[in-house]
């Protein structure tokens, strides 16, 4: 992946390194910084095979799970 002295983004991030980075780890490392401030991504990743990515499109693109009428129209979605 072309790492530096640093092991991930979020090390070289933590650092203010982001020079060394590529494209895709600063882009990566934005959506990561972006799922930790909604409360909802959050909590989905506490499952351990969701990680910043999943929990974050499953919260812009779904929205809240109270607006489905029941767990069949949410695994249906969007032809809810």
């Not at 060394?20 to 910084?33: K, S, T």
Request: glycine residues 6%; charged residues 25%.
């Amino acid at each position: 992946m072309g790492l530096t002295r640093f092991g991930s983004p979020t090390e070289a991030a933590a650092t203010g390194d982001m020079v060394n980075f590529g494209w895709m780890e600063q882009i990566e490392r934005c959506l990561e910084l972006e799922a930790e401030k909604q409360p909802e991504a959050l909590r989905l990743m506490t499952h351990p095979a969701v990680r910043f990515l999943t929990a974050l499109t499953m919260v812009l693109v779904v929205g809240p799970i109270e607006r489905f009428a029941s767990r069949r129209k949410v695994t249906n979605y969007p032809e809810a």
